[in-house]
């Protein structure tokens, strides 16, 4: 009910280390110290901070952009698992709209992906005829969007034939040039890549997150890690390379190759790079040909790759908040929180059944 006040009876998960024995939602936001004594519902459970799903496509369907209609549903299906806050990792659909809607998840824009003709998804980006013009079009987005940008960094070049494989879409001075534009507005740059020829060119750029990042090399694991450049998995995703490659096979069988090693190392590969000391973070990739709402199945990848519960529960919350400077369970802030009957950083299958779904201090699921 809007405007009633919570009593959150937890525990309460504020951070990695911290776990409170309580805490209220009052006016909608979240409080620790107990109010005056008056009408009270009580919440119990394990109570940690809305969810983060840092690489989704809302307004995003299969042959492009979809309507506000469809933009609605796959957001609302996002909340209702308890995804509070999305970073959209590029869409063709304009998502103003969702901001002024207080029963819809907070939303960080990345604009539309960059891509070049031919080199992805069609429909699903701004497509350069001149690489040349990638600079200039990074600083359009960086402005129009929400303190990010999306460039596609690698994809297969079927002009090639046969030999087809996965290869970068941009010149490195091009990179450099580009991220320079993103930096001077005050926007950080995330990249689409698979392949390891494109990394390099990124690292050397200061490109600031990959997502994917299924070509990291031992060395280069370690200069991410090093670099404080974050990491986005999408084993989801990943999880349809057998697929994909499936389709390539015959026409690109170069591609479908490299393709079929990088799923079959997916978990190994992601256990590195926690090992390594790498920010992760946690999307799904929904939007285009996978579905929303799939926050707990990602999280359920991640540990069956060896990320333990914990910092898997704290990239897919109070860490990636942190991230992206949005507060999390903390005085005062917007109370968006998710309540389960089991704790999630003990075993993260608890994800999958939210009890409660509280969004700036209204129940909403």
């Given amino acids: 009910m809007p405007g009633e006040v919570l009593h959150l009876t937890g525990p309460v998960r504020?951070?990695?280390?911290?776990?409170?024995?309580?805490?209220?939602?009052?006016?909608?936001r979240i409080t620790f110290e107990r109010p005056p004594s008056g009408d009270v519902t009580r919440l119990p459970g394990w109570v940690v901070p809305g969810l983060v799903d840092v690489h989704c496509h809302v307004g995003l369907v299969s042959s492009g952009a979809g309507d506000r209609e469809t933009a609605e549903a796959q957001v609302r299906t996002d909340?209702?698992?308890?995804?509070?806050?999305?970073?959209?990792?590029g869409s063709p659909s304009d998502t103003r709209w969702i901001d002024e809607r207080d029963d819809l998840p907070r939303m960080i824009r990345a604009g539309a992906h960059l891509a070049r003709p031919k080199r992805y998804l069609r429909g699903y980006g701004i497509e350069l005829d001149d690489v040349a013009d990638l600079p200039h079009e990074v600083r359009r987005?960086?402005?129009?969007?929400?303190?990010?940008?999306?460039?596609?960094?690698?994809?297969?070049?079927?002009?090639?034939g046969g030999e087809a494989d996965l290869a970068p879409l941009w010149p490195a001075d091009v990179l450099t040039s580009a991220v320079a534009?993103?930096?001077?507005?005050?926007?950080r740059v995330t990249a689409h890549t698979f392949s390891t020829v494109a990394l390099d060119p990124l690292l050397d750029a200061g490109v600031d997150c990959l997502e994917h990042g299924t070509g990291l090399t031992a060395e280069q694991v370690e200069r991410v890690a090093r670099t404080g450049v974050a990491v986005t998995p999408t084993l989801l995703q990943i999880g349809q390379f057998d697929a994909i490659a499936g389709q390539a096979d015959g026409k690109y069988p170069v591609y479908a190759?490299?393709?079929?090693?990088?799923?079959?190392r997916r978990y190994e590969h992601v256990r590195d790079l926690f090992d390594a000391g790498v920010r992760l973070l946690v999307g799904t990739d929904a939007g285009g040909t996978l579905s929303h709402g799939r926050i707990a199945d990602e999280c359920a990848e991640l540990a069956r790759a060896g990320v333990p519960a914990l910092d898997v529960l704290g990239a897919a919350s109070w860490r990636t908040r942190e991230y992206l400077g949005v507060p999390g369970l903390v005085e005062g802030a917007s109370a968006d929180l998710v309540v389960y009957d089991a704790d999630p950083a003990a075993?993260?299958?608890?994800l999958a059944a939210p009890t409660a779904v509280v969004l700036r201090g209204d129940r909403v699921a």
């Fill in 79 to 89: 909340r209702d698992s308890g995804v509070l806050l999305v970073r959209d990792a």
């Fill in 14 to 28: 504020v951070g990695d280390d911290d776990v409170l024995s309580q805490a209220w939602v009052v006016g909608g």
């Fill in 181 to 187: 534009q993103a930096h001077a507005a005050g926007a």
């Fill in 347 to 350: 075993d993260v299958r608890a």
């Fill in 141 to 160: 987005q960086a402005e129009r969007g929400d303190g990010w940008v999306k460039i596609v960094a690698d994809w297969i070049d079927r002009d090639a």
């Fill in 257 to 264: 190759g490299h393709m079929r090693q990088m799923h079959a």
